[in-house]
Nanobody, 122 residues
């Protein structure tokens, strides 16, 4: 199990940028796939971006070209750089760690942070 703490959320105008951070502790960081999820009010939680060793990254179609996920293995921190933000990006953003592969992200055995709120005003 990993312990995850997100930070960096806030209120931003449409077209602005934010960088989210997820600090990890408690296990061997490089053995995990990491992902950023988001959940808007009244909607299901969705995977926004993921990164595995390599690194290999994947993005939801809705954020491709605007969001970038990266990792600093030495610091055990995962980042989500969000540019050209839109009101529909408003959500609580969660960091997730899945052991071994992307397939483990969001699974019962994966680890979650408590989330950080991102609000984008029109």
């Amino acid at each position: 199990q990993m312990q995850l703490v997100e930070s960096g959320g806030g209120l931003v105008q449409s077209g602005g940028s934010l960088r989210l951070s997820c600090a990890a502790s408690g296990s061997i960081f490089t053995l995990y796939a990491m992902g950023w999820y988001r959940q808007a009010v009244g909607k299901e939680r969705e995977l926004v971006a993921s990164i595995t060793s390599g690194p290999t990254t994947n993005y939801a179609d809705s954020v491709k070209g605007r969001f970038t996920i990266s990792v600093d293995n030495a610091k055990k921190v995962v980042y989500l750089q969000m540019n050209n933000l839109r009101p529909e990006d408003t959500a609580t953003y969660y960091c997730n760690a899945g052991f071994g592969s992307v397939a483990a992200l969001g699974s019962v055995g994966s680890s979650w942070g408590r989330g950080t709120q991102v609000t984008v005003s029109p």
